[in-house]
T-cell receptor
Framework: GAVVSQHPSWVICKSGTSVKIECRSL??????MFWYRQFPKQSLMLMAT?????????EQGVEKDKFLINHASLTLSTLTVTSAHPEDSSFYIC??????????FGQGTRLTVV | SQQGEEDPQALSIQEGENATMNCSYK?????LQWYRQNSGRGLVHLIL?????REKHSGRLRVTLDTSKKSSSLLITASRAADTASYFC??????????FGAGTRLFVKA
């Protein structure tokens, strides 16, 4: 199957700082990328959908000014958690898809805000 | 948002037994997928079943889909301790947005 790479796999940051997570489709052009968040012992919750070259669509309850998503190219989307707080500590996973194909998931990024 | 629920929430069995997990969803779907996740790790894609399919097999996995009841089941036969993980169903409504169920935590005792 297609490969989606997420970086970093884990990050620890201080409260109040910003953290950027990258999601890359390595062997295909991803017209759409999705960002999910998973708290411990819970399921994956969709945060936002991003299409290359346009603004991301956020799910209800997700703050777009806090979770900045950029999908500048067909192989890269970034999620920036701005002014991170301990409650933002979570597992963040991206997925990427081409038009008409299934979604492929990255390996996830564990964010810990101290 | 979550599409549906999974049943049971947690399941503990002995090695060698079969494990059955059920998933219900709410809206029309294009396909349904099952994923596995080891603690704190990424997702492993197990199997995809399309809306026009009723049953699919892959090794020790058997998935059924009943679109009239909006439900699916995952059967793992002859379970092993290494099957211990969380299992999620996920639906695709044709808009390529994958929505996950709540998950079933499976524990297989050696």
């Amino acid at each position: 199957g297609a490969v989606v790479s997420q970086h970093p796999s884990w990050v620890i940051c201080k409260s109040g700082t910003s953290v950027k997570i990258e999601c890359r489709s390595l062997d295909f052009q991803a017209t759409t990328m999705f960002w999910y968040r998973q708290f411990p012992k819970q399921s994956l919750m969709l945060m936002a959908t991003s299409n290359e070259g346009s603004k991301a669509t956020y799910e209800q309850g997700v703050e777009k000014d806090k979770f900045l998503i950029n999908h500048a190219s067909l192989t890269l989307s970034t999620l920036t958690v701005t002014s991170a707080h301990p409650e933002d500590s979570s597992f963040y996973i991206c997925s990427a898809t081409q038009t008409g194909s299934e979604a492929f998931f990255g390996q996830g990024t564990r964010l810990t805000v101290v | 948002s979550q599409q549906g629920e999974e049943d049971p929430q947690a399941l503990s069995i002995q090695e060698g037994e079969n494990a059955t997990m059920n998933c219900s969803y709410k809206t029309s779907i294009n396909n349904l997928q099952w994923y596995r996740q080891n603690s704190g790790r990424g997702l492993v894609h197990l199997i995809l079943i399309r809306s026009n399919e009723r049953e699919k097999h892959s090794g020790r996995l058997r998935v059924t889909l009943d679109t009239s009841k909006k439900s699916s089941s995952l059967l793992i036969t002859a379970s092993r301790a290494a099957d211990t993980a969380s299992y999620f169903c996920a639906t695709d409504d044709g808009g390529f947005k994958t929505i996950f169920g709540a998950g079933t935590r499976l524990f297989v005792k050696a």
